[in-house]
């Protein structure tokens, strides 16, 4: 059963720095590509980004581009979120994704099977 718990959520101000992380356990991390998303309230939830599993690439949301970066550690298992540069419009829940099927590129919310709880993200202006 496959288990995501992240962390490092919390409040900050406009501009500032917060990097979450995501536990994984009950799957071959190494083999998956791993995502972010997030929902604001009343909204969807959406894409933020995924970093592919072997050589770890990446892929971003344009709104997130260049701000936010996504990084793994296999030994770990253990996937991260660099946010820099925050804004009040950032705020919103995020969480971490594992897709259905090892090594499946996944950008769409139903590609991703796997959901952590989700951890609370505020920017404040």
């Known amino acids: 059963q496959v288990q995501l718990v992240e962390s490092g959520g919390g409040l900050v101000q406009a501009g500032g720095s917060l990097r979450l992380s995501c536990a994984a356990s009950?799957?071959?991390?190494?083999?998956?590509?791993m995502g972010w998303f997030r929902q604001a309230p009343g909204k969807d939830r959406v894409f933020v980004g995924v970093?592919?599993?072997?050589?770890?690439?990446?892929v971003y949301a344009d709104s997130v581009k260049g701000r936010f970066t996504i990084s793994r550690d296999d030994a770990k298992k253990t996937v991260y979120l660099q946010m820099n540069n925050l804004k009040p419009e950032d705020t919103a829940v995020y969480y971490c994704?594992?897709?259905?099927?090892?090594?499946?590129?996944?950008?769409?919310?139903?590609?991703?099977?796997?959901w952590g709880q989700g951890t609370q993200v505020t920017v404040s202006s």
């Open positions: 994704a594992a897709p259905r099927a090892p090594g499946m590129l996944a950008y769409s919310d139903s590609d991703f099977g796997s």
């Open positions: 970093i592919r599993a072997n050589a770890g690439s990446t």
């Open positions: 009950g799957l071959t991390f190494s083999s998956y590509p």
